[in-house]
Structures are given as C-alpha cells and as structure tokens.
C-alpha cells in the first residue's frame, strides 16, 4: 500500500554534512506520522528523529539533538533528515518510516508503532 524510497546516504567526513529523503507513495501521506532509524552492522535498530503528521510536532534522539532537523512537505510527498557535524558513530543504515493509523497530530519514537519502511540508505562518516 505505501512504498518508501529513501536516497541521499553516502560516504562524508567527519563534520561534514547530508541531507536524507523519503518519498512516499499514497495520497494520505499528510495524515502520515514519520520517523528515521538507523542501524548498524551488529547493532539494535535505534530511533533519530520523529516528526507528526501536520510537522507541528518533533522529536529527536539526544545523539542526533543539535545535529539533525527533521521536515517533511506534505505536497511533495517527501521526509527529510539534515544532519550536520556528523561523526563517525553516525554511520548507520537510515531508515524512514511510516504510521498509517489514524490518530493525534503527534509523533512516535518507537519502531514499533510504524507500520511500513524503506530500503534504507547508507551513510558512512569517515573519521
């Protein structure tokens, strides 16, 4: 039903800085609550960044607080994640994330309570 295409991951320096995208199918992406995640090789799934359906409402983990800026437009079906002065403990496969059950404006930090994810994208910070 919702199909989520990130882009943007690659290789950059340490204090370097990316920009991650999410576009997603569907036209009730506006209603959607949206997250990124990363996960090392070897290592749990970790919540970054959470935005709610409206983007009144963010949150983020405090690894990334100060790093990274969650965003989203709704008319072009698309979540981004800016992250400047990345470190090397940031590299990660990023997944975005969707919730497709109807509620409050607000946002989710737990994996579980997205329904639909992308492939992934690869982002390495080289020291």
């Known amino acids: 039903q919702v199909q989520l295409v990130e882009s943007g991951g690659g290789l950059v320096q340490a204090g370097g800085s990316l920009r991650l995208s999410c576009v997603a199918s569907?036209?009730?992406?506006?209603?959607?609550?949206m997250g990124w995640f990363r996960q090392a090789p070897g290592k749990e799934r970790e919540f970054v960044a959470a935005?709610?359906?409206?983007?009144?409402?963010?949150g983020y983990a405090d690894s990334v607080k100060g790093r990274g800026t969650i965003s989203r437009d709704n008319a072009k079906n698309t979540l981004y994640l800016q992250m400047n002065s990345l470190k090397p403990e940031d590299t990660a496969n990023y997944y975005c994330?969707?919730?497709?059950?109807?509620?409050?404006?607000?946002?989710?930090?737990?994996?579980?309570?997205?329904?639909?994810w992308g492939q992934g994208t690869q982002v390495t910070v080289s020291s």
């Open positions: 994330a969707a919730r497709t059950y109807r509620g409050a404006d607000v946002y989710y930090t737990i994996g579980e309570h997205y329904d639909y």
């Open positions: 935005i709610s359906w409206s983007g009144s409402s963010t």
């Open positions: 569907g036209r009730t992406f506006s209603r959607y609550p």
